[in-house]
């Protein structure tokens, strides 16, 4: 009865097309699924019987009744799959079908079916179990089948389905999403299902060849694959990390037949979608390679190409070019091919087996970037490059002829000689910005020279019309000619004809008298004049085109050889426009008037060099003769202005520092700092946006934009509200009256006598110009408000400075804050406004100098940062007392600040000097800015329970990470920043429950985490005392400072009276040993009397101590003309200091970073810069002492481990500037043998040691010396002896196979320089010199053990020293009681 009931309800208006039941039929089912699951809970039905009598009648069952059972927990759907044999077909085609569906309220109850049945067939079918069950198994197999089954039928679809993609597919296709499908499996079956679902589509008609995907590989990058295929890899790779994905990746590549259009695709949607799976692609890639070399495997080195390719293809912000990929793995002799011949046999065959296949960009990289190969196989290499070259031939791409700036890894090429001009104004370009010929020029002259003949220099040898003074071009002809690589003849006839081409210009231009052209162009435009009236379009025409023809004469095309001429015809056009535009609006508006002016500005837009001379011209006037200007020629010049915007696409750009487009030329040149610039600026703005509005209306809608130039427009926007307080009422962004008349024009009006403030109230009323502000590029953010406020001149405003505030107040809290973020506003968040104004500020901090040497008159009347800063200030007590009011979870204005100084530094990368002073300067502004503000917002009064406590994290990490860097002395901050962050602490302290225990607190953790600022407090402690105490004693009635504070006065007393020689007092017990030494530091500092009682004082007090008077010695090294007397003293003391400390290795620590231990906090003193120096400073340190003194210092514990590093660094920085990691790069080597023996110690007497030096190629094979053979002798070399003397060992080799010595120079000879390595300075790199260190006895076994190290050459000068000192002892690895010789 359950199944007929339920076979009737299914039956009821079921309708195939709709394919879900109804909702009438969908409530029928619920109420009998109900009753039947009541029968099934007492016993009356039995679940398998139901299914049976359901399929009874073979009926294909349907998916939502299945779905319904297996919700009602009646029949469970991988029972019913696990009992019917049939299940795969009809379920797949149910779910396919259902998939194709589209019911009008069904998405809903089609997603929830899709998830469920996907739910159950992926837990039944990728879940393990130990041993699973016949049955299991079965059902396993058939879950698996069907998602296959749909799966393959989502690729074919793909493959069939143009865009857009099928709606069927994308249904299914989120069934892949890890929430969905999901729900009913675990996190360890869902990854098997999508490993198993992404093999497949890799491996899915692996129809396509190596060579189809080499030819094809272009057309499927990520843009151009299927957005159904993409979606689908990025659903599959959404619960893997890229390592995974790249290491299956590889392993399908390996062990299946795969479809390359997939896997290609496959890589580039990971690229494109994980910024970080470049790097572990170029892993995937170096594992290939390796692979494909050690076995010759050519799938492993097929694949690598493929790859790498294809990442390619997406762009080099995805991944690096072919090109720079190819050099980088073959391009060098540590490549894999470059271990045998074999290998570069292997390489090159390769690659000739795929020219037939490749895309002629890849060849040419081949050939233009070939792999190394040594110089007895280059033949091999040439067989491979005529290959390449015939076939590129073949395509018609000969390597000849490209390019020297061309994208070799790119698609497309310009026609040859348009490369070459391309070329030629590329590298006049670099050479006009860098001054130097660039490199790929003089390499084209070597190894591409019948390009750079035939091409290169034709095109820039093209004979014109020299310049008086010298331009780029020439200057880089010139420059070419000085390295010998233009031909003399070529030259000589370059010169023979520009001056053949100077006489052909003079004799056309003298053809008149001097004045005909001018004059003729005169009457020309006088003629115009006249003809606006009642002329017609082809009389405009007619007469246009002989003024054309006139200016063709006097502006040929070449460049200016009469400025004085040519300056009067661009006035003479000037006014005669200006004539036109006043006599045409008498008659009519704009809108109503011919094309004359569109069509005269098109004559002039022809004309490149017309059309400079005449943006240049409108520069000066708007910029420096604006007060020459009257109402007459406003009116003109803008409409000039717009009709020169309207037709800039169609005429070139105009070169100002660069090319720009002529609106912007023109909006640039209207400054805005004083009151007169000002009303100018306003006056020619209303007219041109009047005239433009007016114009616009007889163009059609899409072109009025054309004729309104936004740079105008915005500054309407800035100047109207500000001169006219009563528009501020209605901001322009709310809108107008409707159906209001465009005004009348500004130039009618003009004549009638109206004000500029009249004209402008009734353009900023218009509707059209209210409408404007709705596009973006009409929008006045508020960053551009406050450059233009910033660059006014206070003393010489249109406003008083009351109403300078109210303005800039109303502007800042009722125009820009409630304004959404996408206008230019803040959204109502004070963060963002604040973010605004310190950006604001610190950039007129940074250009306040270089706008103070420009322009004498900003340094006199001043600028209005001093306003903006008040509105700063404002703005950050607001938002102080609102945190404090509703102590919100949202950054405070300490994050702000702090965050600020981090972006703003950030922004220094890359690391060099050039960032090290856009730091520094950055610095310097941020903390003039923060001294202006009040010094409670640096610290962050975290709410804890009920009360209060400070959290001074924030501020500990700007220190450490910023100021440090920024310092100036090094290792100090200044006075009032150090004030500053103190009175900050205090202030905040007092909001806190228990303020004296807060400070405390904080200061304990400053201490610890923050070693600058503790030494900085210390410093200035004698001043800033009376400060902090009359503060606190302010803030908490009338207590003494915190302990922690009060500590610096106690250690400042102590070293006070330490300094004056009383009796030694005890130092405070609670003091740190960084506090006590910065205390001593600052009271001996310039003290002649320092260094008294350095016996007594603690051992990390006084290598602290040393550590701050060697930055004081280094920092007068660095300006040995500042603090001479203070640099001697500091010098003094670091003697004395070094002398208590020689005996103890603590003090080497603070040459060597990476073994401080308890001195590690000097590291968050000085900069990294500074730190770099200390290499210098070590050794600058040690000269200055005594013979005896370094004698004991190079016995101390540790100090060859400190003073061979140090000496690298010294030399690195001697050679390169910095101490930054070694370069790759061959340099000599010392190869030093050991034999371990039982010898004597050095220092002994009667030593004798036979040193054998010589040159050798690093390639010739070791000899391991025999027992009792001259190690010298067998191999040929030339002999050293050891001769004990006084003096440093100075290295004399003798003739080959003879003798030489080691000894002390005599004393008439000059010796050599400290510090100096003992190498032949012209001793190639690739040569390296060899030590031999013989002992004797030899072992009993007589057998020497040889060792072989390689250590750069500089190691020498110190090994020397120290084997003659007689104090190098290393013991044997191989016995306890043996000693090493070295």
């Known amino acids: 009865m359950v199944v007929e009931r339920l076979k009737e309800i299914v039956g009821e208006g079921e309708d195939e097309a709709r394919g879900l039941l109804t909702s009438s039929q969908r409530v029928q089912l619920c109420v009998l699924l109900e009753s039947s699951?009541?029968?099934?809970?007492?016993?009356?039905?039995?679940?398998?019987?139901?299914?049976?009598?359901?399929?009874?009648?073979?009926?294909?069952?349907?998916?939502?009744?299945?779905?319904?059972?297996?919700?009602?927990?009646?029949?469970?759907?991988?029972?019913?799959?696990?009992?019917?044999?049939?299940?795969?077909?009809?379920?797949?085609?149910?779910?396919?079908?259902?998939?194709?569906?589209?019911?009008?309220?069904?998405?809903?109850?089609?997603?929830?079916?899709?998830?469920?049945?996907?739910?159950?067939?992926?837990?039944?079918?990728?879940?393990?179990?130990?041993?699973?069950?016949?049955?299991?198994?079965?059902?396993?197999?058939?879950?698996?089948?069907?998602?296959?089954?749909?799966?393959?039928?989502?690729?074919?679809?793909?493959?069939?389905?143009?865009?857009?993609?099928?709606?069927?597919?994308?249904?299914?296709?989120?069934?892949?999403?890890?929430?969905?499908?999901?729900?009913?499996?675990?996190?360890?079956?869902?990854?098997?299902?999508?490993?198993?679902?992404?093999?497949?589509?890799?491996?899915?008609?692996?129809?396509?060849?190596?060579?189809?995907?080499?030819?094809?590989?272009?057309?499927?990058?990520?843009?151009?694959?299927?957005?159904?295929?993409?979606?689908?890899?990025?659903?599959?790779?959404?619960?893997?990390?890229?390592?995974?994905?790249?290491?299956?990746?590889?392993?399908?590549?390996?062990?299946?037949?795969?479809?390359w259009k997939h896997v290609l695709c496959f890589l580039s949607t990971l690229l494109v979608c994980n910024p970080g799976a470049q790097l572990r692609l170029r892993e995937l890639l170096s594992g290939l390679l390796s692979s494909a070399f050690e076995g010759y495997d050519l799938e492993s080195m097929i694949t690598a190409f493929l790859l790498a390719r294809q990442g390619a293809l997406e762009g080099p912000a995805v991944f690096p070019s072919y090109g720079s990929w190819f050099k980088m793995s073959f391009g060098g002799g540590g490549g894999p091919h470059a271990a045998s011949k074999k290998s570069l046999v292997f390489l090159l065959k390769f690659l000739s087996d795929l020219v037939p296949f490749e895309p002629p960009q890849y060849l040419k990289v081949h050939i233009l970037q070939s792999p190394y190969v040594p110089v007895k196989h280059r033949s091999l290499l040439m067989e491979y490059v005529s290959l390449a070259k015939t076939r590129l031939a073949d395509l018609k791409e000969p390597v000849e002829d490209m390019g020297l700036y061309e994208d070799v890894s790119g698609e497309g090429a310009a026609s040859l000689q348009g490369q070459a001009v391309q070329d030629v104004e590329k590298a006049v370009s670099l050479f006009e910005s860098t001054g130097r010929i660039s490199a790929t020029v003089m390499e084209a002259s070597?190894?591409?020279?019948?390009?750079?003949?035939?091409?290169?220099?034709?095109?820039?040898?093209?004979?014109?019309?020299?310049?008086?003074?010298?331009?780029?071009?020439?200057?880089?002809?010139?420059?070419?000619?000085?390295?010998?690589?233009?031909?003399?003849?070529?030259?000589?006839?370059?010169?023979?004809?520009?001056?053949?081409?100077?006489?052909?210009?003079?004799?056309?231009?003298?053809?008149?008298?001097?004045?005909?052209?001018?004059?003729?162009?005169?009457?020309?435009?006088?003629?115009?004049?006249?003809?606006?009236?009642?002329?017609?379009e082809g009389e405009l025409s007619a007469r246009l085109s002989r003024i054309a023809h006139a200016l063709s004469a006097v502006f040929p095309g070449g460049p200016v050889e009469l400025p004085g001429r040519r300056a009067t015809v661009v006035d003479v056009i000037l006014r005669s426009f200006c004539q036109c535009v006043i006599n045409a609006s008498r008659a009519k508006p704009p809108n109503k008037q011919s094309s004359w002016a569109s069509m005269f500005v098109g004559t002039l837009l022809g004309n490149a060099e017309l059309l400079s001379a005449l943006v240049h011209r409108l520069r000066d006037l708007f910029r420096n003769q604006?007060?020459?200007?009257?109402?007459?020629?406003?009116?003109?010049?803008?409409?000039?202005?717009?009709?020169?915007?309207?037709?800039?696409?169609?005429?070139?750009?105009?070169?100002?520092?660069?090319?720009?487009?002529?609106?912007?030329?023109?909006?640039?040149?209207?400054?805005?700092?004083?009151?007169?610039?000002?009303?100018?600026?306003?006056?020619?703005?209303?007219?041109?946006?009047?005239?433009?509005?007016?114009?616009?209306?007889?163009?059609?809608?899409?072109?009025?934009?054309?004729?309104?130039?936004?740079?105008?427009?915005k500054k309407l926007l800035y100047l109207i509200p500000r001169l006219s307080p009563e528009t501020r009422a209605s901001p322009v962004a709310a809108g107008g009256p409707r159906g209001q008349e465009p005004p009348p024009g500004p130039w009618l009006g003009a004549a009638a006598g109206a004000t500029w403030r009249e004209a402008a109230g009734s353009l900023w009323r218009h509707p059209a110009f209210r409408q404007l502000q709705r596009e973006p590029q009409y929008q006045l953010p508020l960053s551009e408000w406050l450059a233009a406020e910033l660059s006014v001149q206070r003393g010489d405003d249109a406003l008083s400075d009351p109403e300078r505030q109210e303005y800039q107040q109303w502007a800042c809290w009722e125009l820009y804050l409630p304004r959404p973020e996408e206008q230019g506003g803040c959204g109502g968040d004070t963060r963002i406004l604040c973010s605004h104004l310190l950006r604001a500020v610190m950039d007129q901090q940074l250009s306040s100098r270089s706008v103070e040497t420009q322009d004498v008159r900003v340094s006199v009347t001043g600028t209005c940062l001093p306003d903006i800063l008040s509105r700063l200030q404002e703005l950050v007590y607001e938002m102080q007392v609102t945190d404090l009011r509703h102590g919100t979870g949202r950054p405070g204005v300490c994050d702000l600040l702090l965050e600020s100084a981090s972006r703003r530094c950030a922004s220094s990368a890359p690391a060099g000097v050039s960032a090290e002073l856009g730091l520094q300067r950055a610095l310097d502004a941020w903390n003039r800015v923060v001294l202006a503000l009040p010094a409670a917002l640096l610290v962050k009064v975290k709410p804890d329970g009920g009360g209060a406590t400070l959290e001074v994290d924030a501020l500990v990490e700007h220190v450490n990470r910023?100021?440090?860097?920024?310092?100036?002395?090094?290792?100090?901050?200044?006075?009032?920043?150090?004030?500053?962050?103190?009175?900050?602490?205090?202030?905040?302290?007092?909001?806190?429950?228990?303020?004296?225990?807060?400070?405390?607190?904080?200061?304990?953790?400053?201490?610890?985490?923050?070693?600058?600022?503790?030494?900085?407090?210390?410093?200035?402690?004698?001043?800033?005392?009376?400060?902090?105490?009359?503060?606190?004693?302010?803030?908490?009635?009338?207590?003494?400072?915190?302990?922690?504070?009060?500590?610096?006065?106690?250690?400042?007393?102590?070293?006070?009276?330490?300094?004056?020689?009383?009796?030694?007092?005890?130092?405070?017990?609670?003091?740190?040993?960084?506090?006590?030494?910065?205390?001593?530091?600052?009271?001996?500092?310039?003290?002649?009397?320092?260094?008294?009682?350095?016996?007594?004082?603690?051992?990390?007090?006084?290598?602290?101590?040393?550590?701050?008077?060697?930055?004081?010695?280094?920092?007068?090294?660095?300006?040995?003309?500042?603090?001479?007397?203070?640099?001697?003293?500091?010098?003094?003391?670091?003697?004395?200091?070094?002398?208590?400390?020689?005996?103890?290795?603590?003090?080497?620590?603070?040459?060597?970073?990476?073994?401080?231990?308890?001195?590690?906090?000097?590291?968050?003193?000085?900069?990294?810069?500074?730190?770099?120096?200390?290499?210098?400073?070590?050794?600058?340190?040690?000269?200055?002492?005594?013979?005896?003194?370094?004698?004991?210092?190079?016995?101390?514990?540790?100090?060859?481990?400190?003073?061979?590093?140090?000496?690298?660094?010294?030399?690195?920085?001697?050679?390169?500037?910095?101490?930054?990691?070694?370069?790759?790069?061959?340099?000599?080597?010392?190869?030093?043998?050991?034999?371990?023996?039982?010898?004597?110690?050095?220092?002994?007497?009667?030593?004798?040691?036979?040193?054998?030096?010589?040159?050798?190629?690093?390639?010739?094979?070791?000899?391991?010396?025999?027992?009792?053979?001259?190690?010298?002798?067998?191999?040929?070399?030339?002999?050293?002896?050891?001769?004990?003397?006084?003096?440093?060992?100075?290295?004399?080799?003798?003739?080959?196979?003879?003798?030489?010595?080691?000894?002390?120079?005599?004393?008439?000879?000059?010796?050599?320089?400290?510090?100096?390595?003992?190498?032949?300075?012209?001793?190639?790199?690739?040569?390296?010199?060899?030590?031999?260190?013989?002992?004797?006895?030899?072992?009993?076994?007589?057998?020497?053990?040889?060792?072989?190290?390689?250590?750069?050459?500089?190691?020498?000068?110190?090994?020397?020293?120290?084997?003659?000192?007689?104090?190098?002892?290393?013991?044997?690895?191989?016995?306890?009681?043996?000693?090493?010789?070295?």
């Open 626 to 713: 604006a007060s020459s200007l009257g109402a007459a020629h406003q009116l003109g010049l803008a409409a000039l202005a717009v009709h020169l915007h309207a037709g800039a696409p169609r005429g070139p750009p105009v070169r100002l520092l660069g090319p720009v487009r002529v609106d912007e030329a023109l909006s640039s040149a209207l400054a805005c700092g004083t009151r007169a610039g000002m009303l100018f600026c306003v006056r020619l703005c209303v007219a041109a946006l009047s005239y433009g509005i007016c114009r616009g209306d007889a163009v059609p809608p899409e072109q009025r934009q054309d004729y309104v130039l936004s740079g105008f427009y």
């Open 446 to 536: 070597i190894f591409r020279r019948p390009y750079f003949l035939t091409r290169f220099l034709p095109a820039l040898l093209r004979p014109r019309t020299l310049p008086v003074q010298a331009d780029a071009r020439t200057s880089f002809i010139e420059a070419l000619r000085k390295a010998d690589k233009v031909p003399a003849a070529q030259y000589s006839q370059y010169v023979e004809s520009c001056q053949k081409r100077r006489h052909e210009d003079a004799g056309a231009a003298c053809s008149d008298t001097d004045d005909e052209p001018v004059e003729a162009l005169s009457v020309q435009l006088q003629e115009l004049t006249q003809l606006l009236d009642e002329a017609s």
């Open 37 to 259: 699951r009541e029968l099934l809970s007492q016993g009356a039905l039995c679940p398998k019987l139901l299914w049976q009598e359901y399929r009874r009648d073979q009926r294909v069952p349907d998916l939502e009744v299945v779905c319904h059972l297996h919700f009602y927990n009646i029949l469970t759907l991988r029972h019913i799959i696990e009992s019917d044999e049939d299940a795969r077909p009809w379920l797949v085609s149910q779910l396919k079908a259902l998939c194709g569906w589209t019911p009008a309220r069904g998405g809903e109850e089609t997603k929830k079916m899709l998830s469920t049945v996907v739910g159950v067939l992926v837990g039944s079918g990728f879940e393990l179990s130990p041993r699973p069950a016949a049955a299991d198994r079965k059902a396993q197999l058939l879950c698996c089948s069907a998602l296959d089954d749909l799966l393959f039928w989502l690729l074919d679809t793909v493959e069939r389905s143009p865009m857009p993609p099928c709606a069927a597919a994308e249904l299914w296709l989120e069934v892949f999403d890890a929430s969905l499908c999901g729900v009913s499996a675990s996190g360890e079956t869902l990854q098997r299902f999508f490993t198993h679902s992404l093999t497949q589509t890799l491996t899915y008609k692996p129809q396509l060849t190596v060579s189809d995907a080499v030819a094809l590989q272009n057309e499927w990058t990520f843009a151009k694959s299927n957005a159904l295929l993409t979606s689908l890899f990025r659903k599959l790779a959404v619960v893997f990390g890229v390592e995974q994905l790249l290491r299956h990746l590889r392993q399908v590549l390996e062990t299946r037949e795969v479809n």
């Open 962 to 1382: 910023l100021q440090r860097r920024a310092c100036s002395p090094v290792g100090l901050l200044s006075c009032h920043l150090t004030s500053h962050f103190l009175r900050g602490l205090l202030c905040a302290g007092a909001r806190c429950g228990r303020p004296g225990e807060e400070v405390n607190n904080a200061w304990s953790q400053i201490s610890v985490c923050c070693p600058l600022l503790l030494v900085s407090a210390a410093h200035w402690w004698e001043r800033l005392s009376p400060v902090l105490s009359s503060l606190w004693r302010r803030l908490c009635d009338g207590e003494l400072l915190p302990a922690q504070l009060q500590l610096l006065e106690d250690c400042r007393t102590w070293a006070c009276r330490l300094e004056k020689g009383q009796l030694l007092p005890a130092a405070p017990a609670a003091a740190a040993a960084l506090l006590l030494a910065a205390s001593l530091h600052r009271a001996w500092r310039g003290s002649v009397s320092g260094g008294r009682g350095l016996s007594e004082l603690h051992r990390q007090v006084l290598v602290f101590l040393l550590f701050l008077c060697v930055k004081d010695h280094l920092s007068s090294l660095l300006d040995p003309q500042e603090e001479t007397p203070r640099g001697a003293a500091s010098a003094a003391l670091c003697s004395d200091l070094l002398l208590a400390l020689v005996d103890c290795a603590d003090w080497l620590l603070l040459f060597h970073p990476s073994e401080r231990g308890v001195y590690q906090p000097i590291a968050a003193v000085m900069s990294d810069q500074f730190a770099r120096l200390m290499p210098w400073a070590f050794y600058s340190l040690l000269l200055r002492q005594s013979a005896e003194l370094r004698r004991r210092a190079a016995r101390s514990p540790g100090f060859l481990r400190t003073a061979v590093p140090c000496y690298a660094g010294l030399l690195r920085l001697f050679l390169e500037g910095g101490v930054a990691e070694p370069p790759q790069v061959s340099e000599p080597r010392l190869f030093i043998f050991y034999f371990f023996g039982a010898g004597r110690r050095w220092g002994e007497k009667n030593a004798e040691f036979v040193f054998s030096g010589g040159a050798f190629r690093d390639s010739e094979p070791r000899q391991t010396v025999s027992p009792g053979s001259d190690p010298a002798d067998a191999a040929g070399r030339r002999v050293l002896q050891w001769t004990q003397g006084a003096g440093v060992p100075v290295l004399r080799p003798g003739p080959r196979g003879g003798s030489g010595s080691l000894h002390a120079p005599p004393a008439r000879e000059p010796q050599p320089r400290d510090g100096l390595p003992l190498t032949d300075a012209k001793t190639p790199d690739l040569l390296t010199c060899t030590l031999v260190v013989l002992t004797r006895p030899p072992p009993r076994n007589g057998t020497k053990y040889c060792f072989v190290k390689r250590i750069p050459t500089f190691y020498l000068y110190v090994f020397f020293y120290i084997m003659h000192t007689g104090h190098m002892n290393i013991r044997s690895p191989f016995s306890a009681n043996s000693n090493v010789t070295q």
